[in-house]
């Protein structure tokens, strides 16, 4: 075989890898091995897994460098398999439990977005994305905490790109869990904030920020952006938002969110900017993720436009070397 063909082959299978990942992120392999190399019947028995079954998962990962198999039968970690454990401080085990999970279900119906233009989480659920895994807690919790696993550093990258000093008061809309918020709030004392999302998310968040040293100066707004975004602030951050929704929907959110913002404010919008031309990107990958779910990654043209529709226009991009930039858009 030769090169070319062995990288299309590897490209071709990929979610085998994938989806091996996802069993021993299920079975808690690297937080069991944590302590040391052990058996994997013993693996299998705390996991309440087929023994035979979870050794040849784990011997096509390790045949990677994710898990060792130091004596037959026995499986280590390796450096690789660290990410898998749950404590670790760059974890990617719910990353790896979300993209072999519910994501991978919608993914195997990605040829209809291609086929029709619309979501394949419409045909795969009924329903959009957020609302199939809200309806279980547990999902909700492997979302969460995925999101924080792959997102979890880009707090400091707008902070470094972007400067808030100028603001006064700060509304993040559809801010989740609050960490974003609490951290910028944290770096300039000088400013207020207000977090904006759905009934159930900020009451979640309130209860996380509940020994924040910035609770004092977060306001706690529930509610729907698709209906109104209350308040007014003369910064609105919207992170890893519009990326979720089509142009008729993200106008939507656009428009309310605007509507919240004080004169000569600026409204942020935190994704990253396809990049032109044929270089490799990992945004262009996740643009597919998210025409799966029924979103897309948009290139600077594409965020002019649909920031003309709804009414604001794009001040300046402030590029970073990290998974994002920073939009800046004013009325």
Known sequence: MDELRAEMFQVAVGYWLSKALFCAARANVADQLEEGPRPVDELASAAG??????????????????????????????????????????????????????????????????????????????????????????????????????????????????????????????????????????????????????????????????????????????????????????????????????DEQSTTILENASKALAKGGSLLIVEKVIPPGNEPSFVKLLDLNMMAIGGKERTELQYRTLLERAAIHLHQIHETPGPIDVIEARL
Not at 90 to 107: E, I, N, P, Q, T
Request: aromatic content about 8%; glycine content about 10%; overall charge negative.
């Open 49 to 246: 897994v087929d023994s035979e079954n979870l050794y040849r998962v784990l011997r096509a990962l390790a045949s990677i460098g994710i898990f060792e198999e130091t004596e037959p039968g026995i499986m280590a970690l390796t450096k690789k398999a660290e990410y898998l454990r749950g404590d670790h401080p760059h974890s990617m085990k719910h990353f790896a439990l979300m993209v072999g999970g519910d994501l991978f279900d919608v993914w195997c119906d990605l040829d209809h977005a291609v086929q029709t233009g619309r979501s394949a989480v419409e045909k795969r659920f009924g329903r959009d994305f957020f609302s199939e895994i809200g309806k279980d807690l547990q999902k909700s919790m492997v979302f969460d905490r995925a999101m924080q696993e792959i997102h979890g550093g880009e707090t400091a990258l707008m902070l470094a790109h972007y400067d808030f000093s100028k603001h006064s008061k700060l509304l993040d809309v559809g801010g989740g869990n609050g960490s974003t918020l609490a951290e910028i709030l944290l770096a300039h004392g000088h400013l207020s904030g207000a977090l904006f999302d759905l009934p159930q998310v900020v009451a979640n968040a309130r209860q996380l920020l509940a020994d924040s040293p910035v609770l004092d100066r977060i306001e706690f707004e529930p509610g729907d952006f698709f209906e109104e975004v209350p308040g007014e602030a003369d910064c609105i951050v919207l992170r890893h938002v519009l990326h979720d929704w089509n």
